[in-house]
């Protein structure tokens, strides 16, 4: 096998996908339209979003909305690790009304 030479190539950078922002979006597992419906609303120079799923039963009650609580904060650690979000949104509604907006934001 014979080793190739390597060679400078100059480039350029531009400012990156996410120049202006960042956004951070977290859907329901059982949500099929959602991302779509983001994706075709948010066409604007340097803003990209990132998605990340939370794990949802299938039956919506009070009870089921409440315990997706405790998966917010892991699904927003993965929505860019390490890098900056400037806005996360939780969308689900009815589980916000349910865990109430102070634990949203606290998660």
Not at 29 to 47: C, K, N, Q, S, Y
Not at 64 to 74: F, N, Q, R, S, W
Not at 94 to 107: L, N, Q, Y
Request: with cysteine; proline share 4%; aromatic share 4%.
């Amino acid at each position: 096998m014979s080793r190739q030479k390597l060679e400078h190539l100059p480039f350029t950078m531009d400012a990156g996908v996410a120049h202006r922002a960042a956004l951070g979006l977290i859907v329901l597992a059982t949500d099929i339209t959602l991302e779509h419906e983001w994706h075709e609303m948010i066409h604007l120079p340097g803003v990209v979003t990132h998605t990340s799923r939370l794990y949802n039963a299938a039956a919506i009650n009070p009870d089921t909305l409440a315990a997706m609580e405790k998966d917010i904060a892991g699904a927003t650690a993965l929505l860019r690790p390490g890098e900056k979000i400037d806005v996360v949104s939780f969308a689900c509604t009815s589980g916000s009304m349910v865990i109430g907006e102070e634990h949203v934001f606290s998660r």
